[in-house]
C-alpha cells in the first residue's frame, strides 16, 4: 500500500492550494484518510479528515472555513482544498489512511502513511 501527498509549493499569503493523496495497492473506499502537517520544530498535527464514504469530514479550528477535504474514491484519491493560506500554514503536509472507517473519521491510529508534500507560504 503505498499513499503520495502532492500538490504543495510556494504561494503568497491569502493564496490557495489543493493537495491530493494518491492511493496504490489498496481500494480506499474503506480508509478514512487523515491529514496532518508538521511544521519545524513543532508536533504533528490534524488538519482535516474524511470517512470511507465522504459522508463526514472534521477540521481543525485553524482550518475550519478555509479548507475543504473531499474524495472521489474512483480515482483513489482524496483531496485537500486549502485557501487564505497563511504564513502559520507552512508545514510539511501528509496523508494517512485508517482502515474499517466507512462512517467515522480521526486523528489516531492510522493504518498507512504517505511521504509529505511541503506547503510553504510566504511573501
Known amino acids: 500500500v503505498q499513499l503520495q501527498a502532492s500538490g504543495g509549493g510556494l504561494v503568497q499569503p491569502g493564496g490557495s492550494l489543493r493537495l491530493s493523496c494518491a492511493a496504490s495497492?489498496?481500494?480506499?473506499?474503506?480508509?478514512?484518510i487523515t491529514w496532518f502537517r508538521q511544521a519545524p520544530g513543532k508536533e504533528r498535527e490534524g488538519v482535516s479528515c474524511?470517512?470511507?464514504?465522504?459522508?463526514?469530514?472534521d477540521y481543525t479550528n485553524s482550518m475550519k472555513g478555509r479548507s475543504t477535504i473531499s474524495r472521489d474514491n474512483a480515482k483513489n484519491t482524496v483531496y485537500l482544498e486549502m485557501n487564505n493560506l497563511k504564513p502559520e500554514d507552512t508545514a510539511v503536509y501528509y496523508c494517512?489512511?485508517?482502515?474499517?472507517?466507512?462512517?467515522?473519521?480521526?486523528?489516531?491510529?492510522?493504518?498507512?502513511w504517505g511521504k509529505g508534500t511541503q506547503v510553504t507560504v510566504s511573501s
Open positions: 494517512a489512511a485508517k482502515g474499517r472507517s466507512w462512517y467515522i473519521c480521526d486523528y489516531y491510529g492510522m493504518d498507512y
Open positions: 495497492g489498496v481500494s480506499l473506499d474503506d480508509y478514512a
Open positions: 474524511i470517512s470511507g464514504t465522504g459522508d463526514i469530514t
